[in-house]
């Protein structure tokens, strides 16, 4: 079966997290992926956080299936050449290197023009232009200037970063999309231009409900749903919300049972008001349904506290799963909090692709995340990352380099 980005080309300029999201991405839909790499070295994540001597890192492998891999030198003026072929050759450069990098190297906007006024520039840089445009960013900075860090923990501890990197693999995902609505726009322009999502930006984006919750407070001084009320303050800024529900049903984590001992033993539970009544019978508490106290979520507002704590007598009564299972017979919408174990060996996720196994030439057998967007009119095989320099002369000889030339371009130490 084709695929949907089969017959695009990208120059695959990143490297560590944030670009390598986005052209793995771009490489399950079904582009030609040719990740450019520095030879001898390679992206730097192939050798962090290793879990085995001497073979490339699950940090690496994970961010890079489906790609080629080919190494230049591309500050040695021979490998600027092949550079410049294989610009001439792609529709799409992605980069992410730090500010300026490219232009230093010589490829600047108007150079790459000049080689293919088709191609698309896509970067991903730390900030977009203003004050801190010249710095190097990374996952936790950029949600601490997104916004994501100040919104994240609770009230009485400190700022918190998450778990999911929304600074690194969500602005890729933002440059993805970038990318090809770019593509799209020049089937009709027959132009190129540039992408810029700032991990900034992206962190920001995916926090618009705080900016939202902002702007209420400046307006009402208070925000009924949030745990500081009714008993505790709101000063000038959005505080952490803990683990309320970010929308405008109460919600909150509660142990189950096991919880002492297993550290992951928690249900997300909503109180959603259409349910009501059937959260009441669940956790025995038929009497609030209807007691003007508890009945509607206006009156329940100011007594969340008490009402989770008497919902979470119930749910340590039940594991995670127990409780998911009749807490859903009734629409009343939870949430078990998975380990990554859990996530790891559940045979749905393995089902659908979601979690694949890959296997490596020099690893084995690993665990990766696989393409969370499906279409079914392009399916995604994941297959595994490249070796540093595996492609280089099958590029190479793409580009009509003969094994001669290639010989020597190495020999001069370009590639
Ligand atoms: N051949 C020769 N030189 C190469 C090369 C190649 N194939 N590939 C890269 N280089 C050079 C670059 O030209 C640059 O040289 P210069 O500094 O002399 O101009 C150098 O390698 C390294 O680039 P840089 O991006 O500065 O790497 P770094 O490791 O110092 O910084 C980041 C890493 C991530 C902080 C930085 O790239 C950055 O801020 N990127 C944008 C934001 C981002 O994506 N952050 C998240 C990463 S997950």
Redesign the pocket.
């Known amino acids: 079966m084709g695929k949907a980005l089969d017959g695009v080309r990208i120059l695959d300029?990143?490297?560590?997290?944030?670009?390598?999201t986005c052209t793995q991405l771009l490489a399950w839909f079904g582009a030609d992926v040719i990740k450019?790499?520095?030879?001898g070295a390679g992206d730097?994540t192939r050798e962090q956080l290793r879990d085995i001597p001497d073979v490339d890192s699950l940090y690496f492998t994970m961010l890079n299936h489906n790609k080629r891999s080919v190494?230049?030198?591309?500050?040695?003026p021979e490998?600027k050449l092949v550079l410049e072929a294989l610009i001439q050759k792609c529709d799409v450069l992605v980069e992410?290197?730090?500010?300026?990098?490219?232009d230093?190297?010589g490829f600047t906007w108007e150079r790459i023009q000049e080689l293919n006024p088709k191609m698309i520039v896509a970067?991903?840089?730390?900030f977009g232009p203003g004050p801190y445009e010249d710095?190097?960013?990374?996952?936790n900075v950029?949600q601490c200037a997104g916004g994501a860090a100040s919104t994240t923990g609770f009230d009485d501890g400190p700022p918190v970063v998450s778990g999911a990197q929304i600074?690194?693999s969500g602005?890729g995902l933002h440059l993805a999309l970038g990318i090809v609505t770019a593509l799209f726009q020049r089937v009709s322009t027959g132009r190129g231009q540039r992408v810029l999502a700032a991990?900034q930006d992206g962190v920001l984006n995916l926090c618009r409900v705080k900016l939202r919750d902002q702007q209420r407070l400046e307006r009402t001084g208070v925000m009924k749903e949030y745990p500081q009320y009714p008993n505790g303050t709101f000063g000038e800024a959005v505080p952490r919300a803990g683990n309320a529900s970010g929308g405008g049903q109460p919600g909150w984590i509660l142990k189950c049972k096991g919880w002492e001992a297993d550290p992951n033993a928690y249900i997300y539970f909503i109180t959603q008001a259409p349910v009501w009544a059937k959260i009441c019978n669940v956790i025995g508490k038929e009497e609030w349904a209807t007691d003007p106290e508890y009945a509607t979520p206006a009156a329940r507002l100011p007594r969340l506290k008490e009402i989770f704590a008497e919902i979470e007598r119930w749910t340590m009564t039940k594991t995670k799963f127990e409780a998911m299972e009749i807490l859903n017979k009734y629409d009343i919408p939870c949430g078990p909090i998975l380990s990554m174990k859990e996530i790891a060996e559940e045979p749905s996720l393995r089902k659908t692709g979601t979690i694949v196994e890959v296997d490596h030439p020099l690893r084995g057998k690993y665990l990766t995340v696989g393409n969370p967007i499906k279409l079914s009119d392009s399916p995604t095989e994941v297959t595994r990352s490249p070796l540093l320099g595996e492609h280089t002369e099958e590029v190479m000889a793409e580009l009509g380099y003969s094994l001669e030339q290639i010989s020597a371009l190495r020999v001069a130490g370009a590639i």
Do not use: W
């Not at 300029?13 to 390598?20: D, N």
């Not at 190494?71 to 040695?76: A, F, G, V, W």
């Not at 992410?96 to 490219?102: I, T, Y």
């Open positions: 300029f990143t490297h560590v997290q944030s670009g390598p450019v790499e520095r030879a730097i190494t230049i030198d591309t500050k040695n490998g992410n290197f730090a500010p300026g990098a490219l230093r190297m970067s991903v840089k730390g710095c190097k960013v990374y996952e950029a600074g690194d602005t991990m």
